[in-house]
């Protein structure tokens, strides 16, 4: 007989209908998820979860920190944010599956964690408008299947456009200002992850923050560092592991296997003058909005990594960052400046426009910046 389960609590644009209550004890963490009568999702968490990816709960136990937050990029139906969440002081769930939030927000509530914020849009190299959805291959054609991914074009009825954030963005929306530190980053999003490795990783290295990364290298888009690029940037900074083996190659190691979960731990402890693969812009302030388009579409040969200042409406201009006045700006800035972020003002912009060959050496290797 199933039991039938009121449920005694009202959540924003969550519509499920909660039949019954699976409860699962996973490395030591209690998990209570809804059963809702959608057979792959029921299945799943009843039958498959207390075995699914037993080593990435045990490279948790390695990572686990109590005062610091974890960043869950691809956060699914809780399957990990649940664990997260018992194991650090908070969690930051960055999920863009519209079906997969319903269940993310119910397992949260029904697992009692209330430590977790939620960002609903899909993270990318920018905040351009792209295309979401199932992988349209294999039967997967459905919404919550765990391999929804940003799309260059649609290729399911199922699809829809959400605007994108970086991960910059979501470091000034919910780390800054909290006075706690991102200790660790999980990211497992469907190859997605090939255009923001370069800003996690640059991120890790700078503040002592160890990252596990899934992984899906035949999955990986044109045009994106590839891990010749990430090698020659980061890896050697790094101690990588994989159920807890040392990796002494990790190029090779992903070719050969390429869905791998790698760790990241950061060797320097966040002392080591690295450099990013597309350098970081903030555009501080700009004469009016003909220079900066020009000075934008100057940098952007150069770089995807642009932020922009400004508490004008541009969001439907420039598919930046686009940072406004608050308490946590000035902080956010420091940040920025302490990690080697290309700072332009309105007299620089002027300087660079009229002189652009200035403005292609500042994105050299060997140049450093200093103004």
Request: glycine fraction near 4%; aromatic fraction near 12%.
């Amino acid at each position: 007989m199933v039991k039938k389960y009121t449920v005694m609590f009202a959540l924003e644009n969550v519509d499920l209908v909660i039949k019954n209550i699976h409860f699962v004890r996973k490395q030591n963490v209690d998990h209570a998820f809804a059963i809702t009568g959608n057979e792959m999702t029921d299945n799943f968490v009843s039958r498959m979860f207390i075995g699914w990816e037993n080593y990435t709960f045990t490279t948790f136990e390695e990572v686990k920190d109590p005062n610091g937050i974890a960043l869950d990029i691809g956060a699914w139906i809780a399957t990990t944010a649940i664990w997260l969440s018992k194991n650090f002081s908070n969690v930051i769930c960055v999920e863009a599956d519209n079906e997969s939030l319903k269940y993310l927000k119910v397992n949260l509530k029904l697992s009692n964690c209330n430590n977790t914020v939620i960002c609903d849009a899909p993270i990318s190299k920018d905040c351009s408008n792209l295309v979401f959805g199932p992988r349209n291959s294999g039967g997967w054609n459905v919404l919550n299947n765990s391999t929804s991914h940003l799309k260059n074009a649609s290729d399911s009825e199922h699809d829809y456009t959400k605007r994108c954030v970086t991960f910059k963005q979501i470091i000034h929306d919910y780390v800054v200002g909290t006075g706690k530190k991102l200790s660790f980053v999980k990211c497992d999003i469907e190859g997605g992850e090939d255009c923001i490795l370069d800003d996690i990783l640059h991120y890790c290295l700078k503040n002592n923050t160890n990252a596990y990364i899934s992984f899906h290298l035949n999955w990986w888009k044109p045009g994106n560092p590839s891990l010749e690029d990430l090698s020659k940037y980061y890896y050697e900074y790094f101690d990588c592991y994989e159920c807890g083996k040392l990796i002494v190659d990790p190029v090779n190691h992903v070719k050969k296997d390429p869905f791998c979960s790698i760790l990241f731990k950061p060797k320097n402890n966040g002392l080591i003058n690295v450099k990013k693969i597309n350098k970081s812009v903030l555009i501080t302030s700009y004469k009016d909005l003909d220079e900066l388009t020009r000075i934008v579409d100057e940098i952007k040969k150069f770089t995807h990594d642009i932020i922009i200042a400004s508490d004008e409406k541009l969001e439907d201009k420039f598919p930046y960052f686009i940072l406004k006045s608050s308490d946590k700006k000035n902080q956010f800035v420091q940040n920025l400046t302490n990690t080697g972020s290309l700072l332009l003002d309105s007299g620089k912009i002027t300087e660079l426009l009229g002189n652009l060959d200035s403005l292609s050496t500042l994105f050299k290797d060997d140049v450093v910046v200093d103004f």
